[in-house]
Each structure stands twice: as C-alpha cells, then as structure tokens.
C-alpha cells in the first residue's frame, strides 16, 4: 500500500527549473531520468536559446569559435560526473581529447614586461631562476610545509593567502593571473576558501599545500563511473572538447528533454515567485504562471534577488551581495601558422598595463575545429576586461564592438608578433558572465541555503553562482542537487 501511494506522489510532483544554461539542462536531465512524468518538468529561459554561457559559432567555412567554456578537465568527481553525462547522452564518440604530453597541456605562458615566459613544467625549471621570479622557485616550495598555518578564521584572499605561504612574487606573478584567467577577477579581492577550496583545505587540515596535495584522497564515488572517464585516465587527458564546440552538449541535452517531453519554454524569464497556503510555489512569466511543488533555479544570484516575494528580504539581500564580473571576447582566425610558440595560451598579471586578460591558442588544442577547407588557419582567443572592464572600457551597454576588436588585433601584433589582418573575427561582450567569489563568499552562501532550510522552502539553488563556477561544477552540482530532492521527496527513480 505504502509503494503505491509514493508512486502516485512521484506521478503528481511538479518541478519549474529556471534558467536553461548547463545547471538548468542538466538538472531537467536528471529529473528526466528520475521522475514518472517528464510533462511535470518545465524550464523557463529567458532568452530565445538554450546553453547560457556554453555558446559556440560556426563561421561559413566551419571554423568554431567558443565565445564561453572551450574545454573541460577530466579529473575529480565533478570532472567523472561530466564525462559520465557525455556518455549517458551518446557524445562519446565526438570527443577531442589533449593528453597530458600535448604542448597544449604542458605549456602555458604569462605575458609580462614585453615577452611570454613559460611557467615552470618540471624538477630541472623549477632549479633554473625563471625570468619572471627574482630567485629559484624550489627553495620556496620546499620551505613552503614549514610555514605556519592561519591561526584565525577570517576569510583570505587568493593574493594574501600565496604571498603569505609563498612569496609575494608567486601571488604577483602566479595567483594573480591565474584569477584572471579563470574567474576575470582581482585576486585581492577573491576569496581563496571560496575560490580554491581544495587549495584552502589543504592548509586547513594539512597545514601545507604540499602535504594536503599528497596525503588527500578524494572519495571514489561509484555513480560517476563510467567507460569514457576510465578511457580519461587511461590515456591522460589533460583536457578535452568535441567536434563543434561545447555548445554540442547542451543543445543534445535541450534535444532529448524536448523529445522526451519536458517542456522547455524560450523567452520566459520568471518574473516573480510566491508562496501558495499548501506550501507550494507559483512561477510567474510575462504570459503565464504555473504552481509546482519544487523550483529549482539556476539563474544568477542577484537575477534571483529581484524576484523572490517580499518577506524572504534576508534571502534577497544576500543574494544581491554576489556580484558578476563582464568580460570581452573577441575570436581571430589567421591564415597559417601565425603563433610562434605551441601551447595553451598565456595570460597577464593585472600589475601590468594591458587591456587583456589573456589569449588562448585555440587551434593547439583543437585543430579539429579549425575550418575544414583552404589549408592551414590560425584560431585565438583574445579576452579582456572583467574586474576592470568598466574603468577600461566604460559602461558594456555603449562599448564599440569595433574598439574592442581593434585592441586584440593590436594586442596580437605586439605579442605574438601576428602582422597579417585576420580572415575572421567575432566581438562578444558577455555582460555579467562569471560570478566573483569576494571574500566573505561562503558565508553569504551559508546564510542563504540556512534561510531556505529554516524555511523549510521547496526552493533549491544552483549554478555558478554559488559553489563553483566551471562547467564540472554545474554539471555535479545540479545532479547531486537533484538527487536530493528526490531523496527528500522519498521519491522511487524509475
């Protein structure tokens, strides 16, 4: 009696997932797999696509050029968990994998003082003084377990956490463009608890980055495993894409869920959320409102913020709090070979004056995207901006495209010494693209999720906002989010 009244409760369940980015798809994706009636799943995106910042061009000639993520890491839970999903969704096959032993995996660059200086990759580079540091590298790892660990709770900075352990040349020099590269961010300004958590932990409980490296395991979690995720290690990858770009992935996902029945709605942004008597919440759009028992967002914070009912404020304030960062893209194809060194890119601190972040050699990597026909081309990514777009640039809204494509063109030239004009070049400007982990991050966080807990609300949170900002995180989150709904719900998969 009992297994049949939860099979009428798993029929009836409702769930409204807003936003279709990566957290989103994969989220429906896993309600699909999980939940009797893919008719009571319905995404809401506000935009007239899915994908959100997972967004690839294909030029007349075939050449992709990914205006967001462009490769993914195979490694830990979260990197088994996307490979899993890939493999689940039948992609395996159009994978474009870098083993470690490419140029792309084992050379990377920091653009400084007017040359490219490749960062150390071995004992005999690490020996060596770098042109970048004032002395030798290793007497600086080597001293690093010894040094004491933070005796006080309050939250660190990326910067002030690597000059502290290491020097301040490795937070100038490493940290600092790392930050940028990643999260487009000041590295003074980056939580490193947030940020690097692995990193912070290592400390924490190790009292070294070194020691917590070697001496953490990291639990093996049997449902990531998968044939392609052991073909990963078997091989070692450093990274990966596939044929066509990252955006293969989520418009297969947005094709299976529309075939198996989940409504997937464009240009529907929710406008507000409330509570009905039962404990249950309404959705409204511009046309529509729907009431479901679980709503599951994936839009960024402070989007978030704006459309909670009035008497969740603590929740909306602090969810205001986690703020965004703009970056610009512009993707350049050259006819022939025009980078003067193999590898995956290279990057710049901000203490020098450029308007770059950094470049990526895109057709390193993969030059399987590069355009099918008419000899050998040349794909980069320029990228600029972020923390300081808007004292570089001006406001996002006004900015000319044209400019932007003008300073990576010049920045080509002066850097890489690339003199001929580009065949191709496409300008973005992705306004509020990728969330800044500041200090205090996690106990905004904390805040948040003990509010929805105290409130016993059927509101669960994900994305990039909150807990990682990769496309791992938002794949492994969204899916152990799902679960444990399902789990709370004391729903039977089917």
């Given at each position: 009696?009992?297994?049949a009244?939860?099979?009428?409760k798993?029929?009836?369940?409702?769930?409204?997932?807003?936003?279709g980015?990566v957290?989103g798809l994969t989220?429906?994706?896993?309600?699909?797999?999980?939940?009797?009636?893919?008719?009571?799943?319905?995404v809401?995106?506000?935009?007239?696509?899915?994908?959100?910042?997972?967004?690839s061009?294909?030029?007349?000639?075939?050449?992709?050029?990914?205006?967001g993520?462009r490769?993914?890491r195979?490694?830990g839970k979260?990197?088994?968990?996307t490979?899993?999903?890939?493999?689940?969704?039948?992609?395996?096959?159009?994978i474009?994998a870098?083993?470690?032993s490419?140029?792309?995996?084992?050379s990377?660059?920091?653009y400084?003082?007017g040359k490219l200086?490749?960062?150390p990759?071995?004992?005999?580079?690490l020996?060596?003084?770098?042109?970048?540091?004032?002395?030798s590298?290793?007497?600086l790892?080597l001293?690093?377990?010894?040094?004491?660990?933070k005796?006080d709770?309050?939250?660190?900075?990326?910067?002030?956490f690597?000059?502290?352990?290491?020097?301040?040349?490795v937070a100038e020099?490493?940290?600092?463009?790392l930050?940028?590269?990643?999260f487009a961010?000041?590295?003074?300004?980056?939580?490193?608890?947030?940020?690097?958590?692995?990193?912070?932990?290592?400390e924490n409980?190790?009292?070294s980055?070194?020691?917590?490296?070697f001496?953490?395991?990291?639990?093996?979690?049997t449902?990531?495993?998968?044939?392609?995720?052991?073909?990963?290690?078997?091989?070692?990858?450093?990274?990966w894409s596939i044929?066509?770009?990252?955006q293969?992935v989520?418009?297969?996902?947005?094709?299976?869920l529309?075939q198996?029945?989940?409504?997937?709605k464009?240009?529907?942004?929710?406008t507000s959320l409330?509570?009905?008597?039962d404990g249950?919440?309404?959705v409204?759009?511009?046309?529509?409102q729907?009431?479901?028992d679980?709503?599951?967002?994936c839009?960024?914070?402070?989007c978030?913020?704006?459309?909670v009912?009035?008497d969740?404020?603590?929740l909306?304030?602090?969810?205001?709090?986690i703020h965004?960062?703009?970056?610009g893209?512009?993707?350049l194809?050259?006819?022939?070979?025009v980078?003067?060194?193999?590898?995956?890119?290279?990057?710049?601190?901000?203490?020098?004056e450029t308007q770059v972040?950094g470049?990526i050699?895109d057709?390193?990597?993969?030059?399987?995207?590069?355009?099918h026909?008419?000899?050998?081309?040349?794909r980069?990514?320029?990228?600029?901006?972020?923390?300081?777009?808007?004292?570089?640039f001006?406001?996002p809204d006004s900015?000319?495209?044209?400019?932007?494509?003008n300073v990576?063109i010049?920045?080509?030239?002066?850097?890489?010494?690339?003199?001929?004009?580009?065949?191709?070049?496409l300008?973005?400007i992705?306004?509020d693209?990728?969330?800044?982990?500041?200090l205090?991050?996690?106990?905004?966080?904390?805040?948040?999720?003990d509010?929805i807990?105290?409130?016993?609300?059927?509101?669960?949170?994900?994305?990039?906002s909150?807990?990682?900002v990769?496309?791992n995180d938002?794949?492994y989150?969204?899916?152990?989010?799902?679960d444990?709904i399902l789990?709370?719900?004391d729903?039977?998969?089917?």
């Amino acid at each position: 009696m009992a297994a049949a009244v939860t099979k009428q409760k798993l029929s009836a369940a409702k769930f409204a997932v807003l936003g279709g980015g990566v957290s989103g798809l994969t989220a429906a994706y896993r309600l699909l797999n999980r939940v009797k009636d893919p008719s009571n799943i319905i995404v809401l995106e506000s935009s007239n696509r899915v994908g959100g910042w997972v967004q690839s061009c294909v030029t007349e000639q075939g050449a992709v050029f990914e205006l967001g993520p462009r490769s993914i890491r195979p490694v830990g839970k979260a990197g088994m968990a996307t490979l899993k999903m890939v493999q689940d969704i039948g992609l395996e096959k159009r994978i474009l994998a870098v083993p470690r032993s490419h140029p792309a995996a084992k050379s990377r660059f920091i653009y400084s003082r007017g040359k490219l200086h490749e960062l150390p990759t071995g004992i005999m580079s690490l020996i060596k003084r770098q042109p970048l540091f004032s002395k030798s590298l290793l007497p600086l790892i080597l001293r690093e377990p010894f040094v004491g660990r933070k005796q006080d709770d309050v939250d660190e900075s990326v910067y002030d956490f690597f000059k502290r352990r290491m020097s301040v040349e490795v937070a100038e020099y490493l940290s600092d463009p790392l930050c940028r590269g990643i999260f487009a961010g000041d590295t003074r300004l980056l939580s490193l608890k947030s940020c690097f958590p692995s990193v912070y932990q290592y400390e924490n409980q190790h009292g070294s980055i070194l020691k917590g490296a070697f001496l953490t395991k990291e639990a093996p979690d049997t449902s990531v495993l998968s044939p392609l995720a052991t073909l990963a290690e078997k091989e070692r990858w450093s990274t990966w894409s596939i044929e066509g770009g990252m955006q293969t992935v989520t418009d297969k996902l947005h094709d299976i869920l529309k075939q198996q029945g989940v409504s997937v709605k464009m240009n529907a942004p929710c406008t507000s959320l409330s509570m009905t008597s039962d404990g249950k919440l309404t959705v409204h759009s511009v046309n529509d409102q729907i009431t479901v028992d679980h709503v599951i967002s994936c839009i960024p914070a402070q989007c978030l913020a704006n459309i909670v009912p009035l008497d969740w404020k603590p929740l909306a304030d602090e969810l205001s709090n986690i703020h965004t960062t703009t970056v610009g893209v512009v993707n350049l194809e050259y006819e022939g070979s025009v980078v003067p060194v193999e590898g995956f890119g290279y990057l710049v601190p901000s203490s020098d004056e450029t308007q770059v972040l950094g470049v990526i050699f895109d057709s390193c990597a993969f030059p399987e995207n590069d355009r099918h026909h008419g000899g050998k081309t040349t794909r980069i990514t320029v990228m600029m901006g972020g923390h300081w777009f808007n004292s570089l640039f001006g406001d996002p809204d006004s900015v000319d495209p044209n400019h932007l494509q003008n300073v990576a063109i010049e920045t080509a030239e002066k850097t890489l010494g690339i003199r001929t004009k580009p065949t191709s070049c496409l300008t973005s400007i992705l306004r509020d693209c990728i969330t800044q982990y500041t200090l205090g991050h996690s106990d905004r966080i904390k805040n948040i999720f003990d509010f929805i807990e105290s409130r016993k609300l059927p509101l669960t949170l994900i994305g990039a906002s909150y807990n990682g900002v990769s496309v791992n995180d938002c794949i492994y989150n969204a899916q152990q989010a799902v679960d444990r709904i399902l789990e709370s719900r004391d729903e039977i998969p089917r």
